[in-house]
């Protein structure tokens, strides 16, 4: 775990937490004035004009380079799980953003999962592994990853509010974390040349599977709080990235005596999911955009009524 790895991985959780706080804000505006009666093509065609959308989406770009500079210099499964940070900075962003802050058990349940997180990976110590996926895996990887994200999607459809955000977000997680693992395949190709790397099915798979992870995360911010969502975007894109560097890539976690804190780190985890459940800005609206103040219309300020 090198520094250069350490940084760009913090930078780029700080860079997607700010990204889906604008983008959650764009959400919650858009949800506010177009109610019920809404599509989902007609919300992206709304909020592709939005400001904080449009902010937001600058900023998961910004957030993919600083991921692949990481990927090209770290092992997947330190990379990704260093990312869960952006829980953390998901809150204080969010304080500013919608003037608000998350109570207290949030912000307790936030900091058990990303530091059960980094207690896990930290006794795990996973290995750098190889740079490129063992050769026939892919295959196989692509049908648990798509099946995963399909099982969400479809029960998350059958449910409302939080249940729905957390669901979506878990398909969404699923999806970057494969699509961080084809990053860390392209970037694994490179000295072949980048002409050749372009005849190869690599970067349009991560180009496919990154657009509709992204479709999928518009529906979970959609569907509810970032407090509902985001734990579950963060947690599952880190565990997904942790099994496929270990079924691809040769990436092994530390076992023996270093079970016990792995152990520990897991069960935070626990508790801060359990936590969150029953959290108030799970089902409340911290996130939600700020009201607007009414004051009274131009020009009409002091006006006496006709016959006063």
């Not at 940084?7 to 990204?19: G, K």
Request: net charge positive.
């Amino acid at each position: 775990m090198t520094v250069p790895t350490v940084v760009l991985a913090l930078l780029a959780a700080l860079c997607n937490a700010a990204a889906s706080v604008l983008q959650r804000r764009a959400a919650a505006q858009d949800e506010e004035r177009a109610g019920a009666a809404h599509t989902v093509v007609g919300s992206l065609l709304r909020l592709v004009r939005d400001r904080y959308w449009l902010g937001g989406a600058a900023l998961l770009a910004v957030t993919a380079v600083l991921q692949s500079a990481a990927l090209a210099v770290g092992s997947l499964s330190v990379v990704q799980p260093l990312m869960a940070t952006e829980l953390l900075f998901t809150l204080a962003v969010g304080s500013a953003v919608f003037h608000r802050r998350p109570d207290r058990r949030t912000w307790l349940a936030f900091a058990a999962l990303a530091v059960g997180l980094a207690l896990f990976l930290g006794a795990a110590a996973p290995s750098p592994g190889r740079d490129t996926a063992v050769p026939g895996r892919w295959g196989w990887a692509g049908l648990a990853l798509f099946g995963a994200m399909a099982g969400f999607t479809a029960v998350g459809r059958l449910v409302r509010g939080a249940p729905r955000a957390a669901l979506f977000g878990s398909a969404s997680a699923v999806g970057f974390g494969g699509t961080a693992g084809l990053m860390k395949e392209v970037t694994g190709r490179l000295p072949q040349g980048a002409g050749a790397v372009l005849t190869q099915w690599p970067p349009y798979a991560t180009a496919g599977l990154g657009l509709l992870s992204f479709l999928l995360l518009q529906s979970a911010l959609r569907a509810g709080t970032l407090a509902a969502s985001q734990p579950t975007l963060t947690l599952g894109d880190a565990l997904t990235s942790v099994a496929l560097g270990w079924a691809l890539f040769g990436e092994q976690i530390a076992l023996g005596v270093r079970v016990l804190p792995e152990l520990t780190g897991a069960a935070l985890m626990g508790l801060g999911s359990i936590g969150l459940a029953g959290a108030p800005s799970v089902h409340g609206a911290w996130d939600t955009a700020p009201p607007v103040r009414a004051g009274p219309a131009p020009g009409r300020r002091g006006r006496k009524r006709e016959g006063g």
